[in-house]
């Protein structure tokens, strides 16, 4: 079955407190742009990201502000930063790395928070029944083109408010030369 793929870039996910502590008091999120996981948008903020070894500026804050902060980088990102992340779902940070946040009215320093996100495939419930998926952890996804390939370890993230896409880090889509928009094929 085919998928629509969606390149995720760095970014970053706020709690709140950490929203307020960046950008100042009763500072909430402005829609640059929507995202096409429903109710998920781009916004306007942007922080930098910082290590004693490096920087990296203009990362984008998406919105909406969460219950936990989480720092999405990939590994080009990570060898940049000095940091070794681990590969994780969304949401599991425990003993993830730590990261400085940097906003234009504070800083926060986490202690841990900071991950490449898993391959993923955005999926509602009734579509794993449709496409035979039940009981389903992990696909592969043929990839087409001149650096096509097969991407195995891509996990079903079912929920009731998904659109159906695969998530991909700026790393993998660029190793298979893909764009927001293509097409992939579930095996």
């Known amino acids: 079955m ?19 502590i ?16 429903p109710l998920q948008f781009a916004s306007t903020a942007l922080v930098t990201l910082k290590t004693s070894k490096s920087k990296i500026d203009n990362v984008r804050v998406l919105g909406p502000v969460r219950n936990y902060t989480q ?11 000095g940091l070794n992340p681990p590969i994780r779902n969304s949401g599991d940070l425990e003993s993830s790395s730590p990261i400085t946040i940097v906003g234009p009215n ?17 999926i509602l ?3 794993v029944k449709l496409y ?7 696909v592969s996804v043929k990839i087409n083109g001149e650096k096509g390939g097969i991407i195995t370890n891509v996990y079903l993230k079912v929920s009731d408010d998904s659109y159906f896409e695969l998530h991909l880090d700026t790393d993998d889509a660029n190793a298979h030369l893909v764009k927001n928009g293509d097409i992939g094929e579930i095996l």
Do not use: M, W
């Open 132 to 138: 035979g998926l039940e009981g389903v952890e992990k």
């Open 22 to 37: 960046l950008f100042g008091d009763n500072y909430e999120l402005e829609k640059k742009n929507d995202l096409n996981q």
């Open 71 to 81: 720092v999405e980088i990939s590994k080009t990102d990570a060898y940049k930063l």
């Open 2 to 20: 085919k998928v629509s793929i969606g390149v995720s870039n760095r970014h970053v996910h706020l709690t709140k407190e950490h929203l307020y």
């Open 125 to 127: 419930p009734s579509q």
């Open 106 to 122: 504070g800083s926060i320093d986490i202690s841990e928070g900071c991950i490449i996100a898993t391959r993923h495939i955005h």
